[in-house]
């Protein structure tokens, strides 16, 4: 069973400081993409940042220069398959919620490429 699992979300008052990890495990063939979406309150679902297969990122306008994506680079890592989000200088409309994204090719899945979701994890900036 293929699964991503995030941690890391919290509060924070404005200025402070976070940093999510997501990993994802089971039978992987190959990623595609991989990255971070975000859910405010009443608004749809939206990119945050993520890799593109050559290990190119995309950045929202939003957070360009606050956020960081990253990813383990140690091949003999046991966890090779894990993202990171830095977010420095987190605004209010920073809320949301946290999704870890993944278009991967799995054991069950192949030859196809799928999109799986994590669960999902609150980060609220206020005061």
């Known amino acids: 069973q293929v699964q991503l699992v995030e941690f890391g979300g919290g509060l924070v008052q404005p200025g402070g400081s976070l940093r999510l990890s997501c990993s994802a495990s089971?039978?992987?063939?190959?990623?595609?993409?991989m990255g971070w979406y975000r859910q405010a309150p009443g608004k749809q679902r939206e990119l945050v940042a993520r890799f593109i297969g050559d290990g190119s990122t995309s950045y929202a306008d939003s957070v360009k220069g606050r956020f960081s994506i990253s990813r383990d680079s140690n091949n003999r890592a046991r966890n090779k398959n894990t993202v990171y989000l830095q977010m420095n200088s987190l605004k209010p409309e920073d809320t949301a919620v946290y999704y870890c994204?993944?278009?991967?090719?799995?054991?069950?899945?192949?030859?196809?490429?799928?999109?799986?979701w994590g669960q999902g994890t609150q980060v609220t900036v206020s005061s």
């Open positions: 994204n993944a278009e991967m090719v799995t054991s069950s899945s192949w030859p196809a490429t799928n999109d799986y």
């Open positions: 089971g039978n992987i063939l190959s990623i595609s993409t």
